[in-house]
């Protein structure tokens, strides 16, 4: 069984075409499929860094993030049925949200 490697319309990374939808590789499908959530992930992180740092409670917020990282898997898994690989996308794309803190800061 042979695929063809075609090249992701977004990122020009090879992927075989059994892996792209409307030409976007898995990895270029999930960020795009999560990029609003990535926004508001980055603007309650910022809160909340803001908050704490004015020693406010910052419980709430930290449920508000918990909220969205839940509807981010759940987009993912909507995405990719393979459970080990929706996995590891889900912590790819909350390691790039949070480590966002550290370029956004001071802005
Ligand atoms: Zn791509």
Same mark, same amino acid.
């Given at each position: 069984m042979s695929s063809i490697l075609v090249f992701c319309r977004d990122c020009a990374k090879q992927v075989? *075409? *059994?892996?792209?939808k409307n030409g976007y590789c898995l990895d270029c499908q999930v960020r795009r499929s999560v990029a609003d959530l990535r926004e508001e992930h980055a603007r309650l992180w910022r809160k909340r860094e803001r908050y704490r740092s004015q020693n406010a409670n910052v419980e709430q917020i930290g449920r508000q993030i918990a909220r969205v990282e839940d509807r981010m898997a759940l987009r993912i898994k909507e995405l990719i049925s393979n459970e080990r690989e929706a996995a590891d996308l889900l912590r790819r794309e909350l390691e790039t949200a949070r480590g966002q803190r550290y370029t956004i800061k001071g802005v």
């Open positions: 075989p *075409s *059994s892996q792209t």
